[in-house]
């Protein structure tokens, strides 16, 4: 399951904050991360255990700070499966947060459009998922239920929260977004990293998808069976070509492209969702807390371990026996 409290234990004891929201950025999405204030910056690779980023895109950056006035974090890149990542390691990040005590995440995505109504630089709200490698065993809660997170079996019906979708409505007509953020949809979710054969595509509209994406299902099922309130917004980034069709074949250069183009209005929407959700968010009560172990203050890297391992009293201990060596030569 990936080590999240000792992960969790290590953000808490180097940072102020206490993160009731948290985000996590889709390929390209990394800029999210711009509409907070006071942010204090870890890099992936400083954090003890913390898997590394591996696609264009996603910066590997995670992010404390201050948006719209509440604590929150950000996760500038996130972990897929088509990487070599189990779903439990893709999961990592929502359970940090959960223990961290967020109580919301936004999670966002660039997508494949399935539905022929919508538009490359549309955001849907998703409201439902449909995925096949959970179906068939690969998801992010096979193996022991840790049940201080939450239930062996949680139920899906109510995994994406429907008052924040109707926040995000609220929050396009005040801005004037209405002409691209489309109301509901249904995220459909694949392995990758090949993006869909045209019958494939044809497959996962007939089932009533409206988006396709390699990511956000095992966010999504680890956040809801820890409590957390999820809105998940899917950037769509491309048309999907269905048997028959006849269009460009998908790149990511293409998503990053669309991506680019939706930036700041994507920025503008998460702030203003979470400035008009603090009422909504309040009003719920604190998750219970997550015990976690001890994990000591040091920055990273081989020095930082070995202090942790060892403690500081035996390192000195150890470096004026080698000094006295040395001075003996
Ligand atoms: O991390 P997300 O789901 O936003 O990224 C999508 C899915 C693939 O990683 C990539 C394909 O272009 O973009």
Same mark, same amino acid.
Not at 155 to 181: H, I, R
Not at 212 to 225: D, I, K, L, Q
Not at 270 to 277: A, C, D, G, L, T
């Given at each position: 399951m990936g080590d999240y &409290?000792?992960? $969790?234990?290590?953000?808490?004891?180097?940072?102020? %904050?206490?993160?009731?929201?948290?985000?996590?950025?889709?390929?390209?999405?990394?800029?999210?991360?711009?509409?907070?204030t006071d942010t204090q910056t870890f890099p992936y690779s400083s954090i003890p255990s913390f898997p590394k980023s591996t696609v264009a895109g996603h910066k590997g950056e995670l992010v404390f700070g201050l948006l719209s006035g509440v604590q929150a974090v950000c996760l500038r890149g996130r972990f897929h499966s088509y990487e070599? %990542?189990?779903?439990? *390691?893709?999961?990592?990040?929502?359970? #940090?947060?959960?223990?961290?005590?967020?109580?919301?995440?936004?999670?966002?995505? $660039?997508?494949g459009g399935l539905d022929p109504n919508n538009n490359v630089g549309d955001i849907i709200c998703v409201d439902d998922h449909f995925a096949l490698p959970n179906m068939a065993g690969k998801n992010c809660l096979v193996g022991p239920n840790d049940s201080?997170?939450?239930?062996?079996?949680?139920?899906?019906?109510?995994? %994406?929260?429907?008052?924040?979708?109707?926040?995000?409505?609220?929050?396009?007509?005040?801005?004037?977004?209405?002409?691209?953020?489309?109301?509901?949809?249904t995220y459909c979710f694949v392995s990758g990293p090949m993006y869909e054969s045209p019958s494939e595509a044809l497959f996962l509209r007939s089932v009533g998808g409206t988006a396709?994406?390699?990511?956000?299902?095992?966010?999504?099922? $680890?956040?809801?069976?820890?409590?957390?309130?999820? *809105?998940?917004?899917?950037?769509?980034?491309?048309?999907?070509?269905? &048997?028959?069709?006849?269009?460009?074949? @998908?790149?990511?250069?293409? #998503?990053?492209? @669309?991506?680019?183009?939706?930036?700041?209005?994507?920025? @503008?929407?998460?702030?203003?969702?979470?400035?008009?959700?603090?009422? %909504?968010?309040?009003?719920k009560p604190e998750l219970p807390t997550i015990k976690l172990p001890e994990g000591g203050k040091y920055s990273g890297g081989l020095l930082g371990h070995a202090v942790k391992a060892v403690g500081v009293g035996a390192l000195v201990a150890a470096a004026a026996v080698g000094v006295a060596k040395i001075r003996k030569r």
């Open positions: &409290k000792a992960i $969790a234990s290590f953000l808490k004891e180097n940072t102020k %904050y206490e993160p009731k929201i948290g985000i996590i950025c889709g390929s390209g999405l990394s800029e999210l991360s711009k509409t907070m070599g %990542y189990p779903q439990d *390691l893709c999961a990592l990040p929502v359970r #940090v947060m959960r223990c961290l005590g967020v109580k919301m995440v936004i999670i966002t995505n $660039a997508a201080e997170l939450g239930p062996r079996f949680p139920p899906m019906s109510n995994a %994406y929260d429907p008052e924040l979708s109707k926040l995000v409505v609220k929050a396009s007509e005040n801005l004037g977004f209405q002409d691209f953020v489309r109301k509901q949809g396709v994406g390699m990511s956000t299902v095992p966010e999504v099922v $680890a956040a809801h069976h820890s409590g957390m309130q999820v *809105l998940c917004l899917s950037l769509i980034t491309n048309k999907v070509m269905m &048997k028959g069709d006849k269009g460009p074949h @998908a790149s990511h250069e293409e #998503v990053l492209e @669309a991506v680019n183009a939706r930036t700041v209005q994507i920025q @503008a929407l998460v702030k203003e969702v979470v400035k008009i959700s603090r009422k %909504y968010m309040e009003g």
